[in-house]
């Protein structure tokens, strides 16, 4: 099931940069995407999300863009701080119940 | 902050036994969900329950597994017969509602090691 692709497993960052999380998907029944967080012997934590309808969404730090066409979206958090390093989960849903992860991209913010 | 809870944080089991493992949501949320992570692979969704019944669930979620909401707090996922490849973390997560973007929250999970 490759209907979420985050091709980058891992990705590193120099404190003060941005960082930049890329996702694609497939399925263009996808209404609303998300992005979560999880830390080692955690459960994934919800960061932002974006509906379809829209091509961006801002919250803090982090800002999600939404390409429809290109099927594809990313998160962007600037300025990085050691604190964000996490893997970072991108995930798309419809229908309200059923959600589907991407593989996750761990994210390494140096000091 | 409310928070969803698991029990076992861990659990080893031998082949062919059967496990249950608990989960105490958010107490005013509705909706329910397991997750389960192989190791080194995606998050992948099992099932979703609401209103004391499966609302929807994968390919994954056969005959070998159930989920119940024995009371008013607690929500199960039963493995019948548990088989090596059922390794995995699993993770609850609840929701206060269905609609939209409304935020699933996730419990830390349990370690399942099938021997």
């Known amino acids: 099931d490759q209907q979420v692709k985050q091709n980058s497993p891992s990705l590193s960052v120099q404190e003060g940069r941005i960082s930049i999380l890329n996702c694609d998907y497939t399925n263009s029944m996808f209404d609303y995407f998300l992005w979560y967080k999880k830390y080692p012997a955690e459960g994934p934590t919800f960061l932002i999300s974006i509906s379809s309808i829209k091509d961006k969404n801002e919250d803090g730090r982090f800002t999600v863009f939404l390409n429809k066409s290109a099927k594809h979206l990313s998160l962007h958090i600037v300025p990085s701080q050691p604190g964000d390093s996490a893997v970072y989960f991108c995930a798309a849903r419809w229908g309200g119940f059923k959600t589907i992860f991407g593989a996750g991209t761990r994210l390494f913010v140096k000091a | 902050e409310p928070e969803v809870t698991q029990t076992p944080s861990h659990q080893v089991t031998q082949m062919g036994q059967e496990v249950i493992l608990r989960c105490v949501p958010i107490?005013?949320?509705?909706?329910f969900y397991w997750y389960r992570q192989i190791l080194g692979q995606k998050v992948e969704f099992l099932v979703s329950?609401?209103?004391?019944?499966?609302?929807?669930k994968s390919e994954i979620f056969d005959d070998q597994f159930s989920v119940e909401r024995p009371d008013g707090s607690n929500f199960t996922l039963k493995i019948r017969s548990t088989k090596l490849e059922d390794s995995a973390m699993y993770f609850c997560a609840s929701s206060e509602a269905l609609q939209g973007l409304e935020t699933q929250y996730f419990g830390p999970g349990t370690r399942l090691l099938v021997l």
């Open positions: 107490s005013n949320h509705l909706y």
């Open positions: 329950f609401y209103n004391n019944e499966i609302s929807e």
